[in-house]
């Protein structure tokens, strides 16, 4: 599994110095926040970096009043849903997309706009079949991915989501850029019923033969290696880990709320505020959130050189480095050659987890709403009950997904 870097306000540098990092990699732009221009810029600056780039159109919802977004030449004005889809409007939008975004700044898949799905309609349904007979009217030669962006209602229903696999399975499509809506906003997860859907619905893609990024993605989703989902995606902010449908009928998204830095310790899963590491220095159990040498991330070592942690400079900037960096090598470690591999492996982690996040609780050093004891039980139990529903056939065609 990949870790796609998905583009939010003030990314672009940490975009560039991952990628020249790494040697390669992915980053999903994202207009809402970027002008025509920046995104140019941005994409051939990555390009230089040996990196890729894929352009989300953000289509979600057409009568959005944030204001850079519809200020983009391929978004159309005055829009009525019967007479975009049927007229000229859905032209006019893929050949400004390919024209002024796909084919100059040379992304590598292209992502095929959807209205936002809030349920099981047939509108919906006509709507995205008329957006992918108007795309395969083009001879474009990337991989073609369908968005899905699906509300947290929907992901809550067994029977409806079924539909939409019957109905979206059928699309002649590479794949799937799905962009599942947290229930409540919630950062880490714990509804077992919208977890466990979403596997269940990108297992039933991925049978099919066809691909899946996983968009604004939380490290708890490294649980999707199991479905063997193709990359997830996550950036700095919370507006890049959970999908904020509210910033797309609002023309002020610069609001981040009150700001603080956050280390994350990958063996535990979980970010802790520095006052937090003050209290674990001071009991003598700093050293069990240090990060392992493996991640190769230097990002936090002054955390743990011995001083009192909020005494020293962890800049915000380290603090976004280290997180995207030790998930990304996450990403690349946690899928095995084979599904029982992978399972018990992510056995491991979740338990390993679950362990230090304990002793930690014990003493008083938590994470709050980003402590992974929170949800640690949830993801285990999620291993079994994935292995009950697909276990059987992801044996016999994992080498094939």
């Known amino acids: 599994m990949d870790l796609f870097l998905q583009t939010g306000s003030r990314m672009m540098s940490h975009n560039s110095e991952l990628i020249a990092k790494w040697g390669s990699g992915t980053v999903i732009l994202s207009p809402k926040n970027m002008t025509i221009e920046q995104m140019q810029a941005h994409a051939e600056k990555i390009a230089k970096k040996n990196g890729s780039v894929i352009i989300d159109p953000q289509f979600y919802i057409p009568r959005t009043k944030n204001e850079r977004i519809i200020n983009h030449p391929y978004w159309p004005q005055n829009y009525q849903t019967g007479v975009f889809f049927s007229g000229t409007g859905i032209k006019k939008l893929m050949d400004d997309l390919i024209s002024l975004y796909i084919e100059p700044m040379r992304a590598s898949v292209f992502i095929i706009p959807t209205l936002f799905l809030k349920d099981i309609e047939d509108d919906w349904n006509r709507c995205t079949e008329t957006t992918i007979n108007e795309l395969y009217n083009r001879a474009l030669e990337i991989p073609k991915y369908c968005t899905l962006c699906i509300s947290n209602t929907l992901l809550q229903d067994e029977t409806k989501i079924h539909d939409l696999l019957e109905r979206i399975t059928q699309y002649p499509v590479d794949g799937f850029y799905i962009i599942p809506v947290h229930p409540q906003n919630m950062y880490l997860v714990d509804d077992v019923t919208w977890l466990i859907n979403l596997m269940d619905f990108c297992a039933g893609i991925k049978l099919t033969g066809k691909k899946i990024i996983l968009g604004y993605s939380t490290h708890q989703l490294l649980l999707f290696a199991l479905a063997k989902v193709d990359a997830i995606c996550t950036g700095i902010w919370l507006k890049t880990r959970i999908f904020p449908l509210g910033d797309f009928d609002d023309s002020d998204d610069q609001n981040q ?145």
């Open 257 to 401: 709320g009150r700001k603080k830095t956050w280390y994350y310790c990958p063996q535990a899963l979980t970010e802790y505020q520095i006052g937090f590491l003050d209290i674990a220095h001071r009991l003598g159990i700093l050293d069990l959130l240090k990060t392992s040498e493996n991640f190769e991330s230097q990002y936090a070592d002054i955390l743990f050189s011995g001083a009192q942690p909020s005494t020293v400079k962890f800049s915000e900037h380290d603090a976004f480095q280290h997180y995207l960096h030790c998930l990304s090598m996450q990403c690349k470690d946690v899928s095995k050659k084979t599904y029982d591999e992978t399972l018990k492996y992510l056995r491991i982690v979740f338990e390993t987890a679950l362990e230090i996040t304990s002793i930690c609780r014990s003493k008083g050093v938590i994470g709050k709403h980003r402590d992974f004891s929170n949800v640690a039980e949830i993801n285990i139990s999620l291993l079994d009950a994935f292995d009950s529903l697909r276990g059987m056939i992801y044996r016999h065609r994992w080498d094939s997904l």
